[in-house]
């Protein structure tokens, strides 16, 4: 793990790359005033731009918190690069708990690179990935979870991913896990004096207590881990394929959950030539929609790459909508697709139900027992309503969150909970079948230090790295 160099002044473009109204360049570290003061010349220092050469520039006093206006020039040449704000926060209040600029210049990149450039060439280092939130982290301004959850909130798609990222952000789930952790090292305080001193007159640690203590712990975790898997699902998306043989309305379901016409809707079989992909918020559960060409044989080149891409869309899906029409009778395409849907997270879409019947739920439920079945006219607006509630009940598990329940919704996180849950639970059969104290004090010691790594208060240097290489430059 690379820990935080006093020494190091670091350097990045902050905004996106692209063009856009305006861009930032952030430094942060000890020096970040001072090379800032060299590449920044306030308004009205040098009011001929083209004569700064033979104008020598004095070091520009920055306030603390104040936006200042001037422009970047570059300190050798006098060549101006832009019109800038430029704002300086001193330490130890502020996003890396080091001394912080930021210059605010127009966003082309051209301006922002040059920009970056000079910086560098004054004295700052090019910043690595997350390297300014790992430096929040390792100056104990945010905690392992709360870095982890700014890169979610950069990355949500929808509204509740949003929510679910800023409530982590603000520190509430590590509020929780601490919280387990503390009630877990009173116990592991409790064994130890009764392993270390049995003849001194202390508290004696009874199984009665142990496994009151052990139990509580789980009790926690387990309402942690309740809704995991919502939690995961709001934070990853999921993906589902949309499959079915032509003309049975993947196009129309397509436009419904878009609400625009995206996908071309014909009365002809196979127009829907490839597999589609849109990003879509199902009530604030990040979808990514694949609507495919219907897995059949064809003879048609174009048509049959767009096939093979659908099965590969249907074998690697979240959940896989596979739609009937239940005017006609199955067809032997129908039969095919049943069969391979049979036992992965289905949803059967029993569709065009406001023309006269010819197939009825009984005849899906006996060929595809596992899936659950909807029927649905996708020409009306509402029509994918209640598949919509079905999507939603699923990911849900049909349970209602209260306000105040914790989405822990990120992978590793999710892991080290099972793991710390798993120790209890050891700890906990030892403790009813009266075994040494020394014995399940190793278990509780281990769950304790799983959920420590959530926090980052036991996470070793090679996790923490690991952490910050998912973030992107200049964050
Ligand atoms: P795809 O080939 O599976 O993508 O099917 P489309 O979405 O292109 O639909 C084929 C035809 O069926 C179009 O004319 C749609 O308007 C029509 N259609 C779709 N859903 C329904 C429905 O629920 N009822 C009726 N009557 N027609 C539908």
Avoid: W
């Amino acid at each position: 793990m690379t820990l935080p160099n006093t020494d190091r002044t670091i350097a990045a473009i902050s905004t996106a790359y692209g063009e856009s109204g305006i861009g930032i360049v952030r430094m942060s570290g000890p020096e970040a005033k001072e090379i800032a003061a060299r590449v920044f010349v306030p308004y009205g220092r040098a009011k001929d731009p083209q004569n700064q050469k033979q104008a020598p520039r004095k070091a520009f006093q920055f306030k603390d918190r104040h936006m200042h206006y001037g422009h970047v020039a570059d300190p050798k040449t006098g060549e101006t690069v832009d019109e800038v704000l430029c704002v300086f926060m001193k330490a130890p209040h502020t996003y890396t708990g080091e001394d912080l600029v930021e210059i605010q210049c127009h966003g082309s990149m051209v301006s922002l690179r040059r920009i970056l450039e000079l910086c560098l060439e004054n004295g700052a280092q090019p910043a690595q990935r997350g390297e300014f939130t790992k430096l929040a982290f390792l100056n104990g301004r945010i905690d392992l979870a709360q870095a982890e959850a700014v890169i979610d909130v950069i990355r949500a798609r929808t509204g509740k991913s949003l929510e679910t990222a800023v409530s982590q952000m603000q520190g509430k789930l590590s509020e929780k896990v601490r919280a387990v952790r503390k009630d877990l090292l009173d116990l592991l305080v409790l064994l130890t004096v009764n392993m270390d001193y049995p003849d001194e007159d202390i508290e004696e640690a009874t199984y009665a207590k142990i496994l009151a203590a052990v139990r509580g712990a789980e009790v926690a975790i387990e309402k942690l881990l309740a809704n995991a898997d919502e939690g995961k699902v709001i934070r990853e998306g999921l993906s589902v394929a949309i499959v079915g043989k032509p003309n049975v309305g993947k196009s129309s379901l397509m436009n419904l959950f878009l609400g625009e016409h995206r996908s071309i809707v014909t009365d002809i079989p196979g127009t829907t030539r490839d597999t589609i992909e849109e990003q879509i918020s199902l009530r604030g559960i990040p979808l990514r929609l694949i609507d495919t060409a219907g897995i059949h044989e064809s003879e048609d080149v174009v048509e049959a790459l767009g096939i093979d891409r659908s099965r590969d869309a249907f074998n690697k899906a979240d959940l896989v909508l596979l739609l009937l029409d239940s005017s006609r009778p199955l067809s032997e395409d129908d039969l095919a697709l049943m069969e391979a849907a049979e036992g992965r997270p289905c949803i059967a879409v029993l569709n065009k139900t406001d023309l006269p019947p010819c197939v009825t739920e009984s005849d899906i439920r006996s060929r595809l027992k596992t899936a659950q079945i909807v029927a649905t006219s996708l020409l009306d607006d509402e029509g994918a309503e209640p598949l919509k509630d079905a999507i939603e009940a699923l990911i849900t598990g049909g349970k209602v969150r209260r306000e105040e329940d914790i989405l822990v919704s990120n992978s590793r996180h999710i892991q080290l909970l099972k793991n710390a849950l798993a120790e209890l639970k050891e700890a906990e059969a030892m403790t009813q079948r009266n075994e040494a104290i020394d014995f399940l004090e190793v278990n509780v010691n281990a769950a304790f230090s799983y959920l420590g790594e959530i926090t980052g208060d036991t996470a070793s240097g090679e996790i923490i790295d690991a952490v910050f290489e998912r973030f992107c430059l200049g964050k």
